[in-house]
């Protein structure tokens, strides 16, 4: 089944508000993914500053910041649970190899110049109070909770994926195809780290963006590449786009007013935001990327 | 009688609902803060009208019997899913599959209907004031898809006995599903549904599709491919 949830904020009016916005939302959620829960967050961009979200797995905050400071100087940590936020001016290139080679027991959860991402097993409401989500204020984020069919419930097989700078994606569905999809972006070099199905095609995002497509020309060819049932957010440093897939067997609904555009697998997760009674609320229709 | 789901658990006010008896006299209720909440008044058998103050999730007003339920905001999957007979209104939008399986009565919709309205609809009279999605009245058996607006594409794919009569555009046509002639008995007919529902629409603009009868029935010609 699946939850899927985000929200753009189209004026600074809840900017404060996301974090307890996205939570409630996530927290409705949790009928439709009780395993595992995530989300990202996307803040304003520091120009200079990379944002690292590592899951430190075993190792204790302290720890990490004893090891990562042999190889980097100049850094910020913050601690959310068992993630840590990890922000410095270095460039992706240096600090992704570091985390590859030097500090294999810690995941990457994602980087980039504002997003700040979490994910975990769990009930999601549990989840959602772990890394405080509710503190947190920014433009626009998107969540997920899991009901785990194709891949086992660990926080590798959690959403949301991203395999590149300031990218994300969170799926409800499964895809058929993956398999072959997976060993032909890995002939291209794209790494993966999950038996997942959704991992596949946020690489197959990642790579066509890399080779210049935009967002919505990308999606637009998942229609055609990918094979299964869908529904997408994929998340970007300005926004979000979302995509069903022909059939639209998976469900989605937005609900649109002067400040805010949010979209969710039901209208339930919504019924907490200001005057959503009053808002434009529609479906979108099957095989159209709408973007925000 | 003021019913508030911010007060009271959905089963608390769905099993008052159920049981309130041809004897009773109170027989108009009021849903409040429904909140998008799943199967809202699912499976209602007497005769009692009730108004639903707000937006609702999956399988509202599901199995209904007898009722008559007037949602004053957008339905969510499954809206009157398998309904007997009685009447169901939605003032706005609904999801997908609405009416499914329906075998009688009248769902009114006064918005649009998302992709697959009216599937293996069994008898129902499903009208739909604005437009309906892809796939509607997809294996549809018996009773009447109305369409005030347009419909997207693969109307009445694999359709049976329904029929479908639309106002506006038709994308596509699905499988075996072909336009028929609206003649005087499909006018007067539909002429009586709009009558009894209080719609004022005439008959004559609409055209009508129905099954080409290829595909369920069986051909002797075919009988060497079993």
């Not at chain 1, 926004?239 to 639209?248: Q, S, V």
């Not at chain 2, 069994?122 to 009773?143: D, E, L, P, T």
């Amino acid at each position: 089944m699946c939850g899927i949830v985000g929200i753009y904020l189209k004026t600074k009016k809840y900017e404060k508000d996301l974090g307890k916005f996205l939570s409630g939302m996530l927290d409705g959620m949790a009928t439709r993914g009780p395993d595992s829960a995530g989300f990202a967050i996307y803040t304003k961009q520091n120009k200079n500053k990379f944002k690292y979200s590592i899951c430190l797995n075993q190792l204790t905050d302290k720890e990490f910041k004893k090891k990562i400071s042999k190889f980097l100087k100049k850094i910020t940590l913050k601690t959310f649970s068992d993630h840590v936020i990890l922000e410095t001016d270095e460039k992706p290139k240096k600090v992704l190899e570091i985390l590859d080679t030097k500090l294999k027991e810690v995941s990457l959860v994602g980087y980039g110049k504002s997003i700040n991402i979490f994910k975990q097993t769990g009930n999601p409401k549990d989840v959602v109070r772990k890394f405080k989500l509710s503190s947190f204020s920014g433009t626009h984020a998107i969540g997920h909770t899991r009901m785990a069919t194709e891949s086992a419930i660990t926080t590798q097989g959690s959403h949301p994926y991203s395999t590149s700078e300031d990218e994300c994606l969170v799926h409800n569905g499964s895809l058929s195809n993956h398999n072959n999809i997976r060993r032909s972006l890995k002939k291209e070099g794209q790494k993966f780290n999950s038996e997942n199905d959704t991992e596949v095609a946020a690489g197959y995002i990642s790579n066509q963006i890399s080779k210049g497509e935009n967002l919505e020309e990308t999606l637009k060819n998942s229609l055609k590449d990918l094979d299964g049932f869908y529904t997408f957010i994929a998340g970007t440093k300005d926004g979000f786009a979302l995509l069903r897939d022909e059939i639209a067997c998976k469900p989605a609904v937005v609900a649109e007013t002067k400040d805010y555009v949010a979209v969710a697998s039901e209208f339930q997760c919504m019924a907490h935001l200001p005057n959503v009674n009053t808002a434009k609320i529609f479906e979108p229709k099957p095989g159209i990327v709408y973007h925000w | 009688m003021n019913l508030d789901l911010n007060k009271k658990k959905l089963r608390e006010i769905n099993q008052l609902l159920q049981n309130v008896g041809r004897e009773k006299n109170n027989r108009s209720f009021q849903i409040l803060n429904p909140q998008g909440q799943h199967a809202i008044c699912a499976g209602l058998k007497d005769d009692i009208e009730v108004s639903i103050k707000g937006h609702t999730g999956y399988y509202c007003a599901g199995m209904n019997k007898n009722a008559s339920i007037t949602v004053h905001g957008n339905v969510g999957t499954g809206v009157a899913e398998n309904m007997m007979s009685g009447k169901v209104i939605i003032k706005g939008n609904a999801s997908q599959s609405a009416g499914a399986t329906g075998h009688g009565g009248s769902l009114i919709i006064e918005g649009d209907a998302s992709s697959r309205c009216g599937i293996s609809m069994k008898g129902i009279n499903i009208i739909v004031k604005g437009s309906v999605g892809h796939m509607s009245a997809f294996m549809a058996q018996k009773g009447n898809l109305i369409i005030l607006g347009d419909a997207d594409a693969d109307l009445g794919d694999s359709i049976y006995e329904a029929k479908i009569f639309v106002k506006g555009k038709v994308k596509s046509l699905g499988s075996d599903c072909i336009e028929k002639k609206m003649d005087d008995k499909n006018i007067k007919e539909l002429n009586k549904i709009f009558k009894d529902l209080n719609i004022s629409e005439d008959a004559k603009k609409f055209k009508r599709y129905g099954s080409a009868r290829n595909l369920y029935n069986f051909k002797i010609d075919n009988v060497s491919s079993y």
